[in-house]
């Protein structure tokens, strides 16, 4: 790539980053913020425009009158329907569906069953087809830029799915299975990593110094993100907060292990101590966290004791992360959200009062995305990919 080509496009994914994080400004602050002139702002606006990325729009009421040179009133956008991006969660009997506009708006969702059975292919063929009915419709006829899937498991950073046991997937290459089917690029990323990365990619207000994020469910994934990144590790596989041992026995672990702290905090553990040996099944199962909390709060003693061990839990692991990470802030998400809503306050006293004196009191919070946290999430790497001046891969 020549210099200069490389230069316009660096500054093109700048002017896209700053308006994704900053919302829409006129051309002169775009400049400012930029350190570039107005001339050469001029130009890559006149690009962007031309590829429908950006759009011009009248400054919102409040602003018009602000003597910008030359276009009084005037200020730059994302254009919405520039682009899209579809992300798409492969869970436990289904598969969700966000799909987000280049300004990051969730335009639609679906979320479909898929038997528990299915195997790669089946999953592949339910998102080709619902690729294929999003692009019959308009705007997004042929403008869906890339597609990410996310699943429960181990991913490599080349989108090779190394170990589902939740699913009995193994050495499954579902990057290249997928971009097979599909007509644009596919990424695969593990659930846990894509929730956190949504989380943060859609709240540009949040600090992304170091946050946490542990995602409880039929399992326990987790995500850090440092300075912005994702933390994948050598292979892309790391981050496996679930699997850190925090007793010396206990029920045997999807990893084959015991002591997993997964294994104390998912639903399976909630199962346990409040109603063991009860048949709930699949469905029932992840409407457990839900019916446990209600039951707490009409006073069902079972019910409190049972989020108890599991918060206790919880506190143990999170205080060994806040020790490793010193993270400003920790989101908790996925399924377990009730349970987790109702012992918030007292998990983040506990892990405060757990840490090692003169550490900063990380935030401890819920995720704001909800069940469309991996799919969004999916679809905000996709976005990343595709838009950010801090993702450019030089000859890619
Ligand atoms: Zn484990």
């Known amino acids: 790539m020549a210099d200069q080509t490389l230069a316009r496009f660096v500054n093109e994914r700048r002017v896209l980053t700053q308006l994704r994080m900053h919302g829409a400004m006129p051309r002169a602050e775009l400049a400012r913020r930029l350190a570039l002139t107005p001339a050469t702002i001029t130009n890559l606006v006149e690009n962007l425009a031309g590829e429908g990325l950006v759009a011009e729009r009248r400054a919102a009421s409040g ?4 003597r910008d040179v030359g276009r009084p009133g005037v200020d730059i956008a994302l254009n919405p329907e520039g682009g899209y991006l579809l992300g798409a969660e492969i869970g436990v009997g289904l598969v969700r569906f966000a799909l987000l506009d280049l300004a990051l708006g969730v335009v639609a969702s679906q979320t479909q069953r898929l038997a528990t059975t299915a195997g790669p292919e089946a999953a592949v063929a339910a998102i080709a087809a619902y690729v294929a009915e999003l692009e019959r419709r308009r705007p997004v006829r042929g403008r869906l830029r890339s597609v990410g899937i996310t699943v429960p498991g181990l991913v490599r950073s080349d989108g090779h799915v190394v170990h589902l046991p939740i699913l009995g997937w193994k050495d499954v290459n579902l990057r290249a299975l997928a971009e097979g089917v599909l007509s644009v690029p596919v990424f695969v ?11 943060v990619y859609t709240q540009p207000a949040l600090s992304t110094d170091a ?15 440092i300075n912005g990144r994702l933390v994948r590790g050598a292979a892309g596989t790391g981050s496996e907060f679930g699997h850190v041992r925090i007793r010396a026995s206990g029920p045997r672990c999807s990893c084959g292990q015991e002591g997993c702290l997964e294994t104390f905090v998912n639903i399976a553990a909630l199962e346990r ?51 490793i990470f010193n993270p400003g802030t920790i989101v908790l998400g996925g399924p377990m959200r009730p349970v987790l809503a109702a012992r918030l306050g007292m998990i983040a006293e506990a892990v405060a009062g757990g840490i090692v004196p003169g550490m900063q009191r990380p935030q401890i919070r819920l995720s704001t995305l909800g069940e469309l946290e991996c799919a969004v999430g999916a679809a905000a790497i996709a976005h990343h990919r595709a838009f950010d001046v801090s993702n450019i891969e030089i000859g890619a």
């Open 211 to 225: 946050i946490i994020y542990l995602k409880l469910g039929t399992g326990c994934g987790g995500a850090a993100i």
């Open 189 to 199: 990323e593990n659930n846990a990593h894509a929730a956190a990365f949504g989380e």
């Open 63 to 66: 602003e018009v009158g602000r």
């Open 273 to 323: 101590s409040y109603r063991p040996g009860e048949a709930f099944g699949t469905d029932g199962l992840s409407a457990l966290p839900a019916i446990v909390a209600d039951a707490a709060t009409s006073g069902d003693r079972k019910a409190c004791a049972a989020m108890d061990d599991l918060a206790g839990h919880l506190i143990t692991g999170l205080t060994s992360l806040v020790n």
